[in-house]
């Protein structure tokens, strides 16, 4: 069928502006601050066969393997023909669907007059889901001390809640209304995407959207063809390493080679560090959505994504790797690795797209995590994935304070809403002074917070990275600053960067310092006037 091309464009921003309507419901509707003020979610609109219809700003780490929670039940249930109105499905295992098992996919599938027209999906952070600690343990060494694990399973029948996986789903957690009032969020975004979905089909006609659809995963795909046969056919290559993969683990190497052949382009992983034997391991779905995510840094940033984006792209990530894990491997701090990954892709093809790539930036997600309890006898979660100083590129600088790739979207949590909820004084939240490396553009500079306990025996938990390898200069900028952490208790300070729970008293302080972005360019052709903006606004105290 043929449809004109302003009708596949009002087609298109119709997806995209209904994935928009179902993250701000979720996030509207969301039960606690990780959600609603830090927008640790996702959403996608899909059709019929689980391909990517349009998407809204999230995390790019969820939206690279969204569409796989919808594939996998597909998959068990032989088919589509099982699916009814009002049914809700809910997946979390970690080796079908990337991430860790405190993500959960939560989707619906969507119906016009009885017939099957396409889903809507999210993903979303849990706070606690039975792990073998409250919080987030840096220290699991197996898949089944990470909470509760879900293959495809259904929530809601036809409209009617599923009683006994909802009861186990709430008994087995800490925060039984937190994870009550984030799913049924979920759940009230893909109701969103049902109506307005169905809406836009009515509008238009199936045929003519289901048309529409092909034109513009066509595009997609012939965009990103036509870009990667721009880039000379070669091999690239990377190295780099994470300081350790957990508590008192030795470093995880990563190796990466890009090879550009005509309009394809395959990342290989092979001679990276094999899994780990603490959390540090990513399934395969996680690591094709870092790759992905990199490919998108490089390629067509400025297209939205859909089922046509990637096509020409492959993954190879040999099983004996941290990479491509199987079950028991622990995956919570599946990310590191991929961080590290995204940041040599960009940096294994500086050479060839210099105008694409950025330096080095410290891409890790720097969570600390508090854990207490209330008068009322109720447990409390909360937490921050502090951001780093960004690379800088050709012809700017690097960004200060931003959250790393993977995380997109993310936002910190407001000061005041963390001294109003939990007893914790944030003493100190700004730019690190001196973190962005030189360079004829400046790296970012990273973040320097401090925090206060006010109530005895909380349990902080802490996870940094880079320490020993901070973001690198390209074409001769410097290094930025490495990653610190420090624990001050009774006037005694301790570097920390990853701990298990430390129990504080009341009257201690932890201050974090992100790394900063590398810098582009020699530092000694950096404009003088820019150098005098740096040293008044208190970024540097001295340049080379």
Not at 68 to 78: H, P, Q, R, V
Not at 166 to 185: C, E, F, M, Q
Not at 492 to 521: E, I, Y
Request: net charge negative; charged share 20%.
């Amino acid at each position: 069928m043929n449809v004109d091309p302003v009708t596949v464009e009002v087609i298109r921003n119709g997806f995209l502006s209904i994935a928009r309507q179902m993250n701000n419901n979720l996030v509207r509707s969301a039960y606690t601050p990780i959600i609603y003020e830090m927008h640790d979610c996702s959403v996608g609109v899909f059709d019929r066969d689980g391909r990517l219809l349009g998407q809204s700003p999230g995390l790019p780490m969820f939206l690279g393997n969204l569409e796989l929670g919808i594939l996998s039940t597909i998959e068990m249930m032989g088919g589509t023909d099982d699916f009814h109105a009002g049914d809700v499905y809910m997946v979390n295992d970690p080796y079908l669907v990337g991430s860790h098992t405190y993500d959960v996919n939560v989707f619906s599938p969507i119906f016009l007059d009885s017939e099957l027209i396409g889903f809507g999906a999210t993903k979303a952070h849990w706070l606690d889901i039975g792990a073998k600690e409250a919080g987030r343990p840096v220290d699991t060494t197996e898949i089944y001390q990470e909470g509760y694990r879900f293959g495809p399973t259904a929530i809601y029948r036809a409209g009617e809640p599923v009683a006994e996986v909802l009861d186990y789903i709430t008994r087995n957690s800490r925060l039984p209304k937190s994870v009550w009032g984030d799913l049924h969020a979920q759940i009230a975004a893909c109701r969103t995407g049902e109506q307005r979905l169905a809406s836009l089909y009515q509008k238009f006609g199936v045929d003519t959207v289901e048309a529409a659809t092909e034109k513009i995963f066509s595009h997609c795909e012939k965009l990103d063809r036509e870009a990667v046969r721009g880039v000379p056919d070669g091999t690239y290559c990377a190295e780099g390493f994470m300081d350790s993969g957990g508590p008192g683990l030795p470093q995880v190497d990563v190796a990466v080679a890009v090879t550009v052949s005509g309009e394809e382009l395959e990342i290989d992983l092979t001679g990276s560090s094999g899994p780990t034997h603490g959390p540090v391991n990513s399934p395969l779905p996680g690591t094709v959505a870092a790759a992905r995510l990199a490919f998108k840094c490089l390629i067509n940033p400025d297209t939205p994504v859909t089922d046509g984006t990637f096509r020409n792209l492959f993954v190879m990530a040999p099983e004996e790797t941290v990479f491509n894990v199987s079950e028991p491997h622990a995956t919570i701090y599946y990310y590191p690795p991929l961080g590290l990954l995204i940041d040599l892709i960009i940096r294994a093809m500086a050479d060839v797209m210099p105008d694409s790539v950025v330096a080095g930036q410290t891409a890790d997600p720097m969570n600390i995590t508090f854990v207490g309890q209330r008068n009322d006898g109720s447990r409390f979660v909360t937490g921050a994935a502090t951001a780093v100083g960004w690379g800088a590129g050709y012809g700017h600088d690097g960004e200060n304070g931003l959250i790393n790739y993977g995380a997109g979207d993310l936002k910190n949590i407001p000061v005041e809403v963390v001294e109003s909820k939990y007893p914790i004084r944030i003493c100190e939240y700004g730019l690190r002074e001196d973190s962005g490396g030189p360079g004829k553009w400046r790296g970012g500079l990273g973040i320097q917070c401090e925090y206060e306990t006010l109530q005895d025996d909380l349990e902080m938990t802490l996870w940094l990275e880079r320490s020993r390898m901070p973001a690198w200069g390209l074409a001769g900028g410097s290094a930025g600053a490495p990653t610190r952490g420090t624990v001050t208790v009774d006037g005694t300070n301790q570097d920390v960067v990853k701990c298990p729970p430390m129990h504080l008293p009341a009257g201690s302080r932890v201050r974090v310092m992100t790394g900063g972005g590398g810098g582009f360019g020699d530092p000694l052709q950096r404009d003088p006037r820019a150098v005098e903006d740096d040293l008044a606004d208190g970024y540097i105290s001295t340049w080379p």
